[in-house]
């Protein structure tokens, strides 16, 4: 694979920063993941924004264009002939070859790292049989809003899943459910209202997220953002998470107790089409 390091395109084993970078020693660095479909960046404009407003709100300079960013899009999925999966890109803060906790003067450029991951979008199995996910406490901190690449209290919510036997973990604060491990979380109740927690600082504001309240609301859908309790979810009709991953993928299982008899929901199903559909059409 090739990697885009720093204004270049290098083979995946040339592609080295520098062990003060301040992404590796602070996790000083944001990201973005978004998906590719028959070579086909998808939402991207969404997902740039998201970085603008991630940089904004650290202090991060943006040390790239939208243009440029689009173009290394496009270049890394030419050089990699990648039909199907994921473009990954990360900017940090620096390395200026010391641990100081304090930014480093701005004369430090970021860095910034883009690779591809070739994986199944589209017909990817948990669409069509759905996941079974636990639910464990939300020990993230207070800006949940930045997309940061502190990530460990995801890694253990994932891993505590895996470990269970279940796909994934749904994160609670104060009893109610803020979103997944790395992908925001919906419910569908006896009326047909889809419920998704309101945005905050205590989930990331996703892009796939938003397209699907704004298609519900094009389908004439009824869509509620509130807060709503594990309980509440466990009893819904159907449930659903979604990320640029993902897209969508139904969720028929929350803490070993079946949601819709342990199928994959109608209105889940629905909407995954219908995204698909429009993303394809862009
Ligand atoms: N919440 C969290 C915590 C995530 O990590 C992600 C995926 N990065 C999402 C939500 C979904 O965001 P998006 O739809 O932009 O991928």
Redesign the pocket.
Known sequence: DIVYLDSHFVPKEQAKISVFDRGFLFADAVYE?TAVIDGQLIDFN??FQ?LQRSCKELGLSLPITKELLVDVHHELIEKNNLHEGLIYLQITRGADSSRFFDFPSSSVPSTIVAFVQHSTVVNHPNAKKGISVISVEDIRWQR?DI?TVALLA?CLAKHHAHQQGADDAILIKDGYIT??????FFIVNRDNEIITRPLSQD??P????QAIIQLAQEEGLKITERRFTLDEAKKAKEAFI????TLIWPVISIDNEDINQGAVGHLSQRLRDIYLDKALKK
């Open positions: 993941v969404g997902h998201r949940c997309k995801a979103e997944g491990s790395s992908s925001n989930i990331l996703g892009i796939t997220r979604s990320s640029a991953t």
